[in-house]
């Protein structure tokens, strides 16, 4: 079955670190270029992280450049996103995303951040 | 930045009707539009892309026309499990340093 799984979200403290990840299955991972996509609550999508097939191209929206790390393994078919000095406003539900000339062609489940003390 | 903005924020249509959502770009995106369909609880789901290209497995209800900022989603004859959240997003210009998505249009029953 060709899915996205993502994992490692939870509740974590203002400027605390939590590392995303993303097992990608049923399709060849290395011929994509992958995505983070977040969503805040009750709120719409907003593009997190880019990173190309082979980890070149990186991108990062302005919201989170330099605090998070996009990642990724192919011989492990996973995508990772590694986030630190978290804030209240990354709270989100953070989507994984498999990129097809730069639309977003097959999503994960999501998986919940929350950042409060 | 091109900003997308969608119209309107809450539609409200009955089962068996059609449903027009909009879209506009602050800018030309040429056909680099994207339309997805979000249900509660979900993740969201391509329909459209190249602003009228169905995707993989989408039923011919929906379609998508536009050009350059002005851009249309529609869906006839509206079913019970069309009811849901439908963002538009562009890639013409990508990546985005913000988001490239509009905010969405919420589509309830009537």
């Known amino acids: 079955e060709v899915q996205l799984v993502e994992s490692g979200g939870g509740l974590v403290q203002p400027g605390g670190s939590l590392r995303l990840s993303c097992a990608a299955s049923?399709?060849?991972?290395?011929?994509?270029?992958m995505d983070w996509v977040r969503q805040a609550p009750g709120k719409g999508l907003e593009w997190v992280s880019y990173?190309?097939?082979?980890?070149?191209?990186?991108y990062y929206a302005d919201s989170v450049k330099g605090r998070f790390t996009i990642s990724r393994d192919n011989a492990k078919n996973s995508l990772y996103l590694q986030m630190n000095s978290l804030r209240a406003e990354d709270t989100a539900v953070y989507y994984c995303?498999?990129?097809?000339?730069?639309?977003?062609?097959?999503w994960g489940q999501g998986t919940l951040v929350t950042v409060s003390s | 930045e091109i900003v997308m903005t969608q119209s309107p924020a809450t539609l409200s249509v009955s089962p068996g009707e059609r449903a027009t959502l909009s879209c506009r770009a602050s800018?030309?995106?040429?056909?680099?539009l994207a339309w997805y369909q979000q249900k509660f609880g979900q993740a969201p789901r391509l329909l459209i892309y190249?602003?009228?290209t169905r995707a993989t497995g989408i039923s011919a209800r929906f379609s998508g026309s536009g050009s350059g900022t002005e851009f249309t989603l529609t869906i006839s004859s509206l079913q019970s499990e069309d009811f849901a959240v439908y963002y538009c997003?562009?890639?013409?210009?990508?990546?985005?340093?913000?988001?490239?998505f509009g905010q969405g249009t919420k589509l309830v029953i009537k």
């Open positions: 190249g602003a009228s």
């Open positions: 997003q562009q890639y013409y210009k990508w990546p985005p340093r913000m988001s490239s």
């Open positions: 800018e030309s995106v040429r056909s680099n």
């Open positions: 049923g399709f060849t991972f290395i011929g994509y270029g």
């Open positions: 990173i190309g097939k082979s980890s070149s191209p990186i």
């Open positions: 995303a498999r990129e097809l000339s730069g639309t977003y062609d097959l």
